[in-house]
């Protein structure tokens, strides 16, 4: 590993980071105050079609947000050591699901505002899966 190929994928590493910091709290949130976030969900989605499986979609977008970040921060590590970003990858492929699945629950509770918040997230996850696609064209 040389700095070249650190500042070559400095972009990558950077996006991979806030991909990190973003999903591992969001996750950790969901841990610590589950609760909270039940109460909450389960009164955006009342009215929908989603209403009965809140508790299981909870803990679904719980876990996808978890393994998004710690994939990000552990494919960091792992692309000093071995000069890979397949991890990192993973994780933005992972981190997509994961908005994706947040963005379709925003429309589905027609909060609007909030879906169009995912959207930038989106694009950089996007932008990150370019980077480190091991499959380029």
Same mark, same amino acid.
Request: aromatic share 10%; charged share 5%; hydrophobic share 65%.
């Given at each position: 590993?040389?700095?070249?190929?650190?500042? &070559?994928? %400095? *972009? !990558?590493? #950077?996006? !991979? %980071? =806030?991909? @990190? +910091? %973003?999903?591992?709290q969001s996750g950790l949130d969901k841990v610590f105050d589950r609760k909270g976030n039940l109460e909450w969900l389960s009164g955006h989605f009342s009215k929908t079609f %989603?209403? *009965?499986?809140?508790? #299981?979609?909870?803990?679904?977008?719980?876990?996808?947000?978890?393994? @998004?970040?710690? =994939? !990000? @921060?552990?494919? +960091?590590?792992?692309?000093l050591f071995a000069n890979s970003t397949v991890l990192i990858f993973a994780a933005a492929v992972t981190a997509a699901l994961?908005?994706? @699945? =947040?963005?379709?629950?925003? &429309?589905i509770a027609k909060d609007y505002p909030g879906a169009a918040v995912i959207v930038p997230y989106f694009i950089l996850i996007i932008v990150l899966i370019?980077?480190?696609?091991p499959y380029p064209r």
């Open positions: 590993m040389t700095t070249e190929d650190i500042f &070559r994928n %400095l *972009p !990558a590493l #950077l996006s !991979a %980071l =806030l991909v @990190a +910091i %973003l999903f591992i %989603l209403a *009965p499986q809140v508790s #299981l979609l909870l803990t679904t977008i719980t876990l996808m947000e978890l393994a @998004a970040g710690l =994939l !990000a @921060a552990v494919g +960091i590590v792992y692309f994961s908005l994706l @699945a =947040l963005f379709f629950g925003q &429309r370019y980077l480190t696609n």
